[in-house]
């Protein structure tokens, strides 16, 4: 049973973040307080990625000295959740970056980052 729950704390970390990330975004009234809730979301949506990917006493796939035991493909991790992960990590710093542009933009204009407030102002 201890064991089990070992296996599935990644997973409970991973809903914990979702959970914090969506009411950030749902709840929050500041654009700079919604691109935080969205960096969780993403940081949850990679630990989940990695999560997946997860052999117990696995070896690197690119690990040419791996003992004799390595050459059975379990006892291999796998290499395309690892992959998607970096992928997510550089896409997610660019969207990050745009959404700061976006908010800093917003100020200049409006003067507030109060989403309730530049919904007002439009005219």
């Known amino acids: 049973m201890n064991g ?3 296996v599935n704390f990644p997973f409970i970390i991973v809903a ?3 959970a914090i990330g969506f009411y950030t975004i749902g709840f929050k009234r ?3 307080k919604v691109v935080i809730g969205i960096e969780i979301l993403e940081g949850a949506v990679n630990l989940f990625l990695v999560a ?3 052999v ?3 070896y690197a796939p690119i690990y040419t000295l791996a003992p004799q035991e390595a050459a059975n493909p379990q006892n291999m991790v796998l290499p395309t959740p690892q992959a998607l992960t970096l992928t997510s990590i550089v896409i997610g710093v660019a969207v990050s970056a745009l959404m700061l542009a976006f908010a800093v ?3 200049k204009h409006y003067g507030t ?3 309730t407030k530049i919904r007002r102002l439009r005219g």
Do not use: A
């Open 56 to 58: 117990k006493g696995g």
């Open 30 to 32: 500041n654009l700079i």
């Open 4 to 6: 089990e729950v070992f």
């Open 105 to 107: 933009n917003i100020y």
């Open 113 to 115: 980052l109060d989403v």
């Open 16 to 18: 914990l973040l979702l």
């Open 52 to 54: 997946l990917g997860y």
